[in-house]
Every structure is written in C-alpha cells, then in structure tokens.
C-alpha cells in the first residue's frame, strides 16, 4: 500500500474504532440491564403470647415461668383482668391468658412448680409460736381456752394454778386477773420446776410429755 493511500484510509479507520468502542462503553453503562434490587419486605407484626391455664396454677406461676419473677403477677393480672374477673387469687383451666412479649421465659419442667413459692405461702411456723400453741392447747384442756375463769375450786385462770404456786413462782394478784402472756411467763417458771406433772393429765393432751 502506498503512503498516500494509508494516510487518505487513517482517519476512516479511527473514526470506526471510536464508534465501536463508545457503543461497548454505553451497553455497559445501561441502568436497564443492571440486575433489579430484591422487593423490601415489610416486617412482620408480632401477635402477643398467650397461655392457656391448667390445673393448679397460680398467677404468681405462671408469672414465674413465663415472666421469670413471680412478683410480677400483678401486671400479668392487669392485662388479663376482663378474662380472670375481680379476684386474682380464682382462676380457672382453660382460660387464655394474654402474655406481656418483654423479659419473657420459657417454662423448663415440673421441677420449677415444685420449687416455686405460691403467692400467699403462709409463713413457717417459729418455736415461740410452737411453744404458744402448746399452753394455748394446755388451756384448753384445763379451763376451756377461758384465761380469766375463776369457778372457786381453789384454781384460777387459763392454766388453773394454785394461788400458792402462782406466788412462789413471782405472780402478782390473782392469776385469772393476769394477761396471758404473764400466765404463759409463770406456767414457764412452774414447768422448769416442777416438769410437765404440774398438769398430770392435761399435760398429756398438750403434748408436753
């Protein structure tokens, strides 16, 4: 090819180059042809948790296995409160009771309903309220649970003593005139003395010996 006819083809030669490659450089510029971006979802709405009460249980309970604290049973009880009725303390199998979503706690097992203290668990039992029990039951063997009784048989108050034996043991006046605990204070002195025969029989049914 001679010079003159390369120079005259040049420009036709790069003027196609450029058009092919500004024609690739578009294809792949196209917002058409990325791929889409996946649809967004819409979050789920959370229904609340519900129980449904077997037999047994206590609000305190189910606050315990479900909420993780039995002291909450009171704002278990609110929300349920259309459901449960004016006493907390009376619910029924079968109801459904609505759970709050928050601090919740799976239920592990039988073991933690026998572990679990019920709301209204009476308080154990001391020795001074044992001790109590015994010359309350005394009492009730001798004189009928009567403290202040004086039938004129020699005897007097809850725990009938002898006017002598009242006095050698520190009481003052007259024994069924005498509170209970201070009957209570001296029968203490008499039994430490003279032992549970003091009473022979009634001593028996009160359990002392």
């Given at each position: 090819m001679s010079r003159k006819l390369a120079a005259a083809l040049l420009p036709a030669i790069t003027a196609t180059a450029l058009a092919v490659s500004t024609g690739q450089a578009s294809a792949r510029s196209d917002p058409s042809d990325a791929p889409a971006a996946p649809p967004t979802q819409a979050p789920e709405k959370s229904s609340p948790s519900t129980y449904t009460v077997r037999a047994g249980d206590t609000l305190s309970l189910i606050a315990e296995r479900h909420l993780g604290d039995s002291r909450r049973w009171p704002h278990l009880y609110e929300i349920n409160k259309?459901?449960?009725?004016?006493n907390p303390d009376v619910i029924q199998p079968g109801q459904r009771l609505t759970l709050p979503t928050s601090h919740r706690k799976p239920y592990t097992g039988e073991a933690e309903r026998k572990t679990t203290t019920p709301r209204h668990a009476k308080p154990k039992a001391t020795a001074t309220d044992a001790r109590n029990g015994?010359?309350?039951?005394?009492?009730?063997?001798?004189?009928?649970?009567?403290?202040?009784?004086?039938t004129g048989n020699g005897?007097?108050?809850?725990?009938?003593?002898?006017?002598?034996?009242?006095?050698?043991?520190?009481?003052?006046?007259?024994?069924?005139e005498a509170s209970r605990e201070e009957q209570i204070r001296i029968a203490?002195?008499?039994?430490?003395?003279?032992?549970?025969?003091?009473?022979?029989i009634c001593s028996y049914e009160a359990g002392m010996r």
């Open positions: 259309d459901t449960i009725g004016p015994m010359w309350d039951r005394l009492a009730q063997c001798e004189s009928s649970g009567n403290w202040s009784i004086n005897y007097h108050g809850g725990l009938q003593f002898a006017l002598s034996t009242w006095r050698e043991h520190g009481g003052k006046g007259m024994p069924n203490e002195k008499v039994l430490a003395d003279q032992g549970p025969g003091a009473w022979p």
